[in-house]
């Protein structure tokens, strides 16, 4: 079974600039998610799609963070403009959840984001 | 809101036996999570405690108590290639909120 893919693998960007990633999840899981892991730090939920409707977008900065699902399958997050402080690897997992406890997440390799 | 605290880092060497605690504080909770990410890898799913009480699979074992807010895991015949970060994340409708992680440090 293919894992989550995504790419690109490494960004490095100038504060200001715009970046986006992509994610691919497991077929037929789903509930699609976007986290942020700053270094030293565990992930932090950005977004949560079930299918392509959003479920949680509370701690999404939406100022300059954007992201979408389209037809139920693939996503896009996308920051514009960059800020030094989005330097973090950003990392998409799928699940099969749809209801329930366990939310027994896949993850990707991520995307190693520099801001500088 | 969620928090959840665990150790920074623990070390121990091979062979031997090592619990990694877990507290939390939630307004919402389905169950307790763990999850194991090497260096420059991505985080892989360990174990779910739902109810209370130890759930072991192999080497590795998790604990639950929802009356005390705690869970742990264990790991034990520790490996050197079980020094990686761990985990804990609280499970609450569909998504999971994570501890910043417990460095394991594995030495012969």
């Known amino acids: 079974e293919a894992g989550v893919a995504q790419s690109p693998r490494y960004k490095i960007i100038e504060k200001r600039q715009s970046v986006a990633f992509w994610c691919n999840p497991i077929?037929?899981?789903?509930?699609l998610y976007w986290y942020q892991q700053i270094l030293g730090q565990g992930p932090k939920l950005l977004i949560q799609?079930?299918?392509?409707?959003?479920?949680?977008d509370s701690q999404l900065p939406k100022d300059r963070f954007s992201a979408e699902r389209l037809k139920g399958v693939d996503s896009t997050l996308k920051i514009q403009p960059a800020k030094l402080e989005d330097s973090a690897v950003y990392l998409c997992?799928?699940?099969?959840?749809?209801?329930?406890?366990?939310?027994?997440?896949?993850f990707g390799q991520g995307t190693r984001l520099t801001v500088v | 809101g969620q928090s959840l605290e665990q150790p920074s880092e623990v070390t121990a060497v091979e062979g031997a036996i090592v619990q990694i605690n877990c507290t939390y504080q939630?307004?919402?909770?389905?169950?307790l999570s763990w999850y194991q990410q090497h260096d420059g890898g991505a985080p892989t799913f360990l174990s779910y405690?739902?109810?209370?009480g130890l759930e072991e699979t192999g080497r590795f074992s998790s604990f639950l108590s929802r009356s005390d807010s705690y869970g742990y895991l264990l790991l034990q015949e520790l490996q050197m290639k079980d020094s990686a970060s761990y985990f804990c994340?609280?499970?609450?409708?569909?998504?999971?909120?994570f501890g910043d992680g417990t460095t394991l440090t594995v030495k012969p």
């Open positions: 997992a799928s699940s099969l959840y749809v209801g329930g406890g366990n939310t027994e997440a896949f």
């Open positions: 077929s037929g899981h789903a509930t």
């Open positions: 799609f079930q299918n392509n409707g959003v479920v949680d």
């Open positions: 939630t307004s919402g909770f389905y169950g």
């Open positions: 405690n739902g109810l209370d």
């Open positions: 994340a609280v499970c609450n409708a569909g998504k999971s909120t």
